[in-house]
């Protein structure tokens, strides 16, 4: 009898073991941005090439527009488990480290080459793990593209913009550059954007070619300046905890699906940014404005001074390999 009973507990034990390994690990993946972004495709992408390769054993569900959480409140739920990758604004990152505001400095990267050569250099590389001590840790950068300046007046000099509400990401680089140009920084969530803007709650805002075009903000603000002023991209983070206790074989596959999804990512955001420019002029319900090399001197020399602002808090190693990203 107790040989059967002792049967009987192990056999239960080793069924009960065999479900709970067949149980798929389950990503969720909170982003902000609406499908058709540069963010919104490469978060497509890792879904379709993870459930490929890992049948069974991995399920990606994908949450855009913020639909569980904005990027002010998804790091802590990375924290909390709630969700378990996510791909915030750089910008968002302050709270767990002060050297990701590296990228939200004016005029530090030329174009989006500069950037790229930046994130592989040393100092770039290094930033994934400047959050670790936080329990975050990054897994790879993602473009959205340069940023442009939109309002319902032409922006051509500094002084254009003196006086108007500028919507910002919540960064005190970001504040400080419009209180460069005498403008009003408010700090505001993403998906309130077109909102504010439309009820003219705020007089403009800072974005990429296709967060303006997807996001419609186009359709609410009469000019958008072509200025390049600066770099808006996400870093891709998980927990600490939650990668850590991934099998080691389906880590490396995910880890993988991810960097394959990221280069999607970036090709297509090079590729929508100058699609979505031109879809904008083509709209003709926005007029883009180009401004002539010695007007773009002067927002540089008005904005440039905020480097030295934020330069021990950043470090000034990351900021002169920002500069020397530019050759």
Do not use: C
């Not at 403009?204 to 603000?221: A, H, R």
């Not at 002029?281 to 904005?303: F, G, H, L, P, Y």
């Amino acid at each position: 009898m107790y040989t059967l009973i002792r049967s009987f507990v192990l056999s239960t034990l080793i069924l009960f073991s065999a479900a709970a390994q067949a149980e798929p690990i389950k990503i969720k993946f909170s982003h902000v941005v609406a499908v058709n972004t540069p963010k919104g495709q490469m978060a497509e992408k890792f879904k379709a090439l993870v459930e490929e390769r890992l049948p069974g054993k991995v399920v990606v569900e994908v949450f855009p527009n913020s639909q569980l959480f904005g990027d002010n409140k998804v790091l802590e739920a990375i924290l909390l488990g709630d969700v378990q990758l996510a791909a915030p604004s750089l910008s968002k990152f302050k709270k767990y480290t002060k050297q990701l505001q590296v990228f939200d400095l004016p005029f530090l990267f030329n174009d989006i080459k500069a950037v790229d050569n930046f994130m592989k250099s040393p100092e770039g590389q290094s930033l994934l793990n400047s959050t670790e001590g936080k329990g975050l840790q990054g897994l790879g950068f993602l473009h959205n593209g340069m940023k442009q300046l939109s309002a319902n007046t032409p922006l051509r000099v500094p002084a254009d913009a003196k006086n108007l509400k500028f919507r910002i990401m919540s960064s005190d680089v970001l504040a400080a550059q419009f209180k460069a140009i005498d403008a009003s920084p408010q700090k505001k969530p993403f998906s309130e954007v077109f909102t504010l803007l439309q009820t003219k709650a705020i007089d403009g805002q800072e974005n990429t070619w296709s967060n303006i075009y997807s996001k419609k903000f186009f359709e609410v603000q009469d000019y958008v300046t072509e200025s390049n002023h600066g770099y808006l991209g996400y870093m891709v983070v998980t927990s600490k905890d939650f990668w850590g206790k991934m099998p080691a074989d389906v880590r490396a596959v995910v880890d993988k699906s991810l960097a394959e999804a990221i280069e999607h990512g970036n090709k297509i955001a090079l590729e929508k940014a100058v699609q979505d420019k031109q879809a904008i002029i083509d709209s003709k319900r926005s007029n883009v404005v180009e401004i002539t090399a010695d007007q773009r001197a002067q927002w540089v020399n008005v904005m440039k001074p905020v480097w030295g602002k934020f330069e021990k808090e950043i470090g000034k190693d990351l900021i002169n390999a920002g500069i020397n990203s530019n050759k």
